[in-house]
């Protein structure tokens, strides 16, 4: 493979919406080159791919910042670091601010306020959010942006000092070189079998591209992660994955089973156990079970239309085809299991100024943790707050001297890698009888849904179950130097599904550690299905040499 050299100061691995807006926001307050790095393109990649239709996280009149640290902390039972949210709570609105300055339309009433939903949410129209993004991005003279490029690990010689990856469309090995690293990659998807299998498996509740990568990439390097077993879990509009919160708090929705009983007082209103309650109405016989939406007027349908086609167009086009939601209540259901630091504490573990135990690296949006419901805002938040502590880290120590022998090691190992994967078809003959990535990745989604607490087992799991997923993850991450690899498209999917075989044994070691049930399905031990003092502790590993430490951490209170 030819081989590119890239330097800039600042490498941004992800152009998604914490990567983005780090480079803007850095970009406009220094005068570093920056390096955004994006395996698809930029306009229309990552969370916000499809648009958004509400900002979940802005501190209304009447309320501080603080209330919004008590809100996520209460949601995820304490297990937050308080400092990290409480920097990107008193940031909430700034980011707000500025991305309606850029073109974001938020909707007033006639006053000139927001309209709110609840104390914490706006009302946006956001079908166009990233490309706002990606036009500001652009703008940017300091930013290059290099587009289906996929980096698979990180460049390290006890700092980190760049990345490798490969051209998907014009097959080169790239090596990045950069004084800072920010990695903005999100989490993990795709690592359970989703509900929708087969051909409609992209239809499922987080983007399907995020794989894990940032969160890989960081644990070969050594770096320490948090909180990966408090997985999320999503309650979702069945068939269509849709969200359940526009009908909940838009439309007043309550949930309701098949004997028209109000359930959810019964389990508690917290993100998980709301799906709980669901969950239990269905196994003891009560399922199926609904957002009661039968009866509300047509101005309110209306918007519900609206509503659903800024960011999840197949419900209103369900509705279309089949009864509108003042008709026929909304039938709910979980989604699989994810590993994302935008919704619950799981990622990296990182200072206040986001940088990551390894020095150089920085982490922020989906793939770092600790800070929970950061949502879109968040991820803007703590984009703003990686951008200050790489300025910060590279005007400090960013011109130390680079072991130039380790990185051109590590540079022709990497190559090496792509360029054997890529030989298999030559070696071994394009018609030999090897497994496809896609055969592999249905093996690992089967054994991490029955064993490790997926939709099979209404996320349930056992000490014994997850010994037999950690076996059984082990194998088929062993296969796959036996993968059929036909382009570079095949070359993709080997290492996303890299990618995953790794978050996935990270998070059954974080699952058999915590030996309680904290959250309902989200983390349910079925050894241990109460909540213990013991555990009211950060869950923390590290890996060295292949093998995976578990370390607890006390808990980070302001």
């Known amino acids: 493979m030819e081989k590119k050299i890239i330097e800039s100061d600042v490498l941004i691995i992800g152009g998604g919406t914490a990567g983005c807006y780090a480079a803007i926001r850095l970009s406009e307050s220094s005068e570093y080159s920056i390096a ?13 791919a499809a648009g958004v239709n509400a900002l979940n996280a802005y501190i209304t009149d009447g309320h501080q ?36 300055r850029r073109g974001l339309t938020i909707l007033k009433d006639k006053d000139g306020k927001y309209v709110s939903r609840g104390w914490r949410n706006l009302k946006i129209n956001g079908e166009n959010i990233k490309p706002i993004l990606e036009n500001e991005l652009r703008k940017q003279k300091k930013v ?42 999100g989490g993990a998807a795709g ?28 644990i070969l390097t050594g770096a320490e992660m948090t909180t990966f077993e408090m ?129 150089g690296l920085f982490a922020a949006g989906d793939v770092a943790g600790g800070a929970p419901q950061k949502y879109v805002t968040g991820a803007f938040a703590e984009g703003v707050i990686a951008a200050e502590g790489i300025k910060e880290y590279i005007d400090s120590e ?13 540079a022709e190992k990497i190559r090496k890698e792509y360029e054997t994967a890529l030989g298999r078809k030559e070696a071994l003959g394009k018609n030999t009888a090897f497994y496809s990535v896609r055969e592999l990745e249905r093996t690992m989604q089967k054994i991490m849904d029955e064993y490790a607490g997926g939709i099979k087992t209404d996320y349930r799991y056992t000490g014994h179950g997850l010994e037999i997923a950690d076996e059984r993850i082990r194998s088929v991450t062993g296969l796959l ?65 292949g093998k995976i430490t578990i370390t607890k951490r006390n808990l980070v209170k302001v």
């Not at 008193?90 to 309606?100: F, I």
């Not at 960013?398 to 590590?410: I, P, Y």
């Open 231 to 359: 997985r999320f879990i999503a309650l979702r509009c069945k068939d269509t994955i849709a969200p359940t919160g526009t009908l909940a708090q838009g439309a007043g929705a309550k949930q309701v089973n098949s004997l028209g009983e109000i359930y959810e007082d019964r389990y508690g209103l917290s993100t998980s156990q709301r799906l709980w309650g669901t969950v239990k109405e269905n196994s003891e016989g009560r399922g199926p079970c609904y957002l009661k939406t039968t009866g509300i007027d047509e101005e309110k349908e209306n918007e519900l239309y609206k509503a659903y086609l800024n960011m999840a167009p197949m419900q209103t086009l369900k509705w279309a085809a089949t009864e509108g939601p003042s008709l026929k209540d909304v039938e709910i259901e979980g989604t699989e299991p994810y590993v994302t630091g935008g919704h619950t504490a799981s990622g990296f573990w990182v200072e206040r100024n986001r940088m990551t135990t390894v020095k």
């Open 144 to 185: 290059k942006v290099f587009e289906h490029i996929n980096i698979t690990d990180l460049s390290c010689d006890g700092k980190v000092r760049g990345a490798y990856g490969f051209g998907i469309n014009d097959e080169k090995f790239y090596e990045f070189r950069a004084k800072a690293v920010l990695m903005a990659t």
């Open 36 to 48: 955004v790095v994006e395996k698809a393109a930029v306009k229309r990649s990552g969370c916000l």
């Open 65 to 100: 910042p603080m209330d919004y640290v008590k809100y996520a902390a209460g949601d995820a039972d304490g297990i937050v670091r308080e400092d990290l949210l409480l920097d990107i709570s008193e940031r909430l609105n700034e980011v707000t601010h500025d991305m309606e």
């Open 398 to 410: 960013g011109d130390t001297a680079v072991d130039e022998r380790k990185l051109t090691e590590q």
């Open 481 to 545: 130097e036996y993968a059929r690899i036909d382009d570079m498209h095949d070359l993709l999917e080997l290492y996303e599904l890299r990618d995953r075989l790794m978050v996935s044994r990270v998070l059954i070691a974080h699952l058999k550690a915590r030996e309680e049930t904290r959250w309902h399905c989200f983390q349910e031990n079925a050894d241990h299905p109460k909540k213990s003092d013991e555990y009211e502790c950060y869950i923390n590993s590290v890996m060295k040499d």
């Open 191 to 218: 690592l359970y079998r989703p509900n929708n299998p087969e051909g409609a498996a992209h239809q499922m509740w987080y983007s399907p591209f995020n794989t894990g990568a940032g969160l890989r990439m960081g």
